[in-house]
């Protein structure tokens, strides 16, 4: 490529035939006109778009692979070459390839070394160390790596110094950490002694003292990252995430002891990287909590280390009750007005310690609404709920009685909380059947739950209450009826009119109409006529096919249209690459079929393997199929892959339940027994607030399960 012309041959190729993020590469050429342009603006918002379209959120494309080398020509001549070459970098990084052959992007990236390596000389320290961090990511180490060493060998700027020793790496970590062995020495740049603490770790070498120290000695490390190094996080939780990772007790233990050396200094910038790093840790090893939650609870010395704490606090539960005293003072400060931080300190008392939080939530109702809804989250099936309190049964009581004052979530954390205490809250009754029509959704639960136990006095308000509403086809309140008196007419009435009107809730009336089981029966046409376009392969579709065929199955017993709809829900899941999780609903909603649902049995089959969707189809088959058919040792295998990638460990569980202790051998009860009893934790993704809660949840299961097979395989006595 002439270097004057990076651009020469550009309208030579059909851009219109080839594809990126957004469908269509034809907008490829003016963007990377206009990323040459003398327009400031116009090329910052090409740069930005390109990011957009050929590395969106890390995935590349076949016009990925194509704009290479014109982009390589952009950095060589000058043209915002440091920025160039970070796309050019993150393109060859990427192993999340979309349309294209795997390591066409990265190839395509390395057949321009030779214009791209001279730029490791050049005269901007920022364009030398964004090319290395670019070029390593080639993975070439032939011709990359000598390229590297000679840098190293001739570099003085520290910041390009840790990423060239980064680079080098990536590429041969055994000379890296001979390097990075000398690099720790205090006397040497924090840049570059950062550097060297990773490329140490990265090499797999043990953990010494040396490093430990080199570590400390960086604290706070968030600044001395800001100039290199841009694949790494926060460095302090990232060096504890990687000794976590070995899973060996000293590495362990030495990512602890770096947690409390950081959380016991007296810089409060320090103490903040230390709680980042205890919260990583927490995430990732389930000795964690009780190992670092004195540490914890000693650095929250002020009012903003304590609301910098909650947080963690919280999700870490009963574990971490000993937080109690350090939480109080600033939990029950000012209830009677707005303080955000007293609500996150009274947030996290709820979930460590429920019952000294419960006075101070009903001072502070409605000026806590973090607090509030905190209650909620121990409405989860693992959870006993919000422990009974007569004050906060009255102040919940007091707020429902102006519901024109509530709004956003309050009514809905409100009636939870009721929800849970059930007859306790008998009280509310009241309340409830006034705020009915104000909020029916979020009172008709709390109705059917509070009211179920109640004596025939307390309940009979209730049920002239739900009724009035179903007359008024309020649907959430037929149910409660329905729930409270068995009477299913009130019900269908309510089902037959959502499912008849344009844009109602599809996918709830479904559910519902499956409650009713053969009762429902008369809804069937509605039902099918809800099924909406059988080419539609969008999830909110997908998953809609999904719950009308459970309904149809639940009212009619008729296999034969449930079938052709679930086949029609696998078909048009083809056709959509983010449809995993709407291909394992249908799977389960097959395994409801039992034998009439061997017709699918291919579907389920395909299923296997995706470890997202594998649990699911693991479950079906052994419900549609013979049982001699399927080899249950095989998918024994597959469902505890699927928990050991953190896929799918919940129905992990439920298909290893569904197989049987026969299907398992001896070395499916020691992978078993690893998910159980392991220090690493198995559910590493989710929702924040709620992965550490999940994963004791799914190591409970899984220690019951192994349990009940070491027990079915011990002779009796």
């Known amino acids: 490529m002439d270097l004057v012309h990076p651009l020469d041959g550009l309208d030579a190729f059909p851009w219109a035939s080839s594809s990126h993020a957004y469908g269509s590469a034809e907008d490829v050429p003016d963007l990377l006109r206009a990323l040459t342009g003398t327009d400031g603006d116009a090329a910052d918002e090409a740069l930005s778009e390109l990011y957009g379209s050929v590395l969106h959120q890390g995935t590349v494309y ?11 020509g952009i950095a060589a001549t000058g043209h915002r070459t440091a920025d160039v070459l970070a796309l050019l970098g993150g393109m060859a990084e990427s192993d999340d390839e979309c349309g294209v052959a795997p390591g066409a992007v990265r190839a395509a990236v390395a057949e321009r070394l030779p214009l791209l390596l001279p730029l490791l000389t050049d005269a901007e320290p920022d364009v030398r160390r964004t090319a290395a961090w670019a070029l390593s990511h080639t993975r070439a180490a032939e011709a990359v790596l000598p390229a590297l060493r000679a840098r190293w060998a001739q570099e003085t700027e520290p910041a390009v110094r840790a990423e060239v020793l980064s680079g080098i790496a990536r590429l041969d970590p055994g000379h890296a950490a001979a390097e990075a062995a000398a690099a720790l020495d205090p006397s040497r740049p924090a840049e570059v002694r950062l550097a060297a603490v990773f490329a140490h770790l990265d090499a797999g070498a043990p953990w010494t003292g040396a490093a430990h120290t080199a570590m400390l000695s960086l604290l706070p490390a968030g600044s001395v990252r800001s100039g290199f190094d ?19 007790e000293p590495e362990r233990e030495a990512a602890f002891a770096l947690v409390d050396a950081a959380l016991g200094d007296d810089r409060a910038e320090v103490r903040a990287e230390g709680r980042w790093a205890a919260d990583r840790a927490c995430a990732l090893s389930r000795s964690a909590p009780r190992r670092l939650v004195r540490s914890l609870c000693a650095a929250a010395v002020d009012e903003e280390s304590v609301v910098g704490t909650a947080s963690l606090l919280g999700r870490l539960g009963s574990v971490a009750e000993a937080a109690a005293d350090v939480l109080v003072p600033l939990a029950g400060r000012n209830p009677d007005r707005a303080d955000d931080h007293a609500d996150r300190a009274l947030a996290a008392l709820v979930l460590v310690a429920p019952a000294q939080a419960a006075p101070l939530l009903a001072a502070g109702l409605g000026h806590r609404p973090r607090a509030l809804g905190a209650t909620t989250g121990l409405l989860d099936p693992q959870h006993h709920a919000f422990p009974y309190d007569g004050g906060l ?211 389920l089959r395909a299923a296997l393997g995706d470890p997202v969707q594998a649990p699911a189809a693991i479950l079906a088959l052994v419900a549609v199929a013979d049982p001699a058919t399927p080899d249950r040792t095989a998918l024994a295998a597959t469902a505890l892959t699927s928990a050991e990638l953190d896929a799918d460990p919940a129905g992990a569980c439920d298909a290893l339940e569904a197989l049987g202790a026969a299907a398992l051998t001896d070395d499916h009860l020691r992978r078993l027994a690893v998910l159980a009893d392991g220090d690493a934790r198995v559910v590493r993704s989710g929702i924040e607030d709620r992965v550490i809660d999940q994963d004791e949840s799914f190591r409970n299961r899984a220690r019951a399960l192994l349990a009940a097979y070491e027990n079915s395989t011990t002779p009796a006595p």
């Open 230 to 248: 841009i694949d790494r996080g926060e460095p302090l939780a990232s060096v504890v995430e990687i000794l976590l990772g070995r899973d060996h």
């Open 393 to 603: 049964l009255d102040a919940v009581r007091a707020h429902l009685a102006r519901p024109a004052e509530l709004s956003g979530n309050e009514p809905w954390r409100l009636t939870n909380l009721l929800a849970g205490w059930g007859a306790e809250a008998v009280a509310a009754l009241p309340e409830l059947c006034a705020a009915l029509p104000h909020f029916p959704q979020q009172a008709s639960r709390a109705l059917a739950a509070v009211a179920a136990d109640g004596a025939p006095a307390d309940r009979a308000p209730v049920v002239a209450a739900l009724r009035a509403a179903a007359e008024k086809e309020v649907l959430p309140a037929a149910k409660a009826l329905y729930d409270l008196t068995d009477d299913p007419a009130p019900l269908l009435r309510c089902l037959a009119h959502e499912l008849g009107r344009d844009g109602g809730d599809l996918r709830e009336a479904a559910r519902l109409a499956a409650a009713l089981g053969p009762r429902g029966a008369a809804l069937a046409p509605l039902l099918h006529g809800a099924l909406g376009d059988p080419e539609n392969s969008t999830m909110p579709a997908l998953d809609t096919g999904t719950a009308l065929a459970e309904a149809l199955w639940h009212v009619t017993g008729d296999p034969d249209p449930v079938v052709a709809v679930l086949e029609s829900v696998f078909a048009r899941a083809e056709r959509n690459q983010w449809s995993r999780w709407s291909v394992a609903r249908a799977a389960r909603a097959t395994a409801l079929l039992g034998p009439v649902g061997h017709p699918l049995t291919a579907r």
């Open 62 to 72: 076949a016009a990925s692979a194509e704009a290479a080398p014109f982009l390589a």
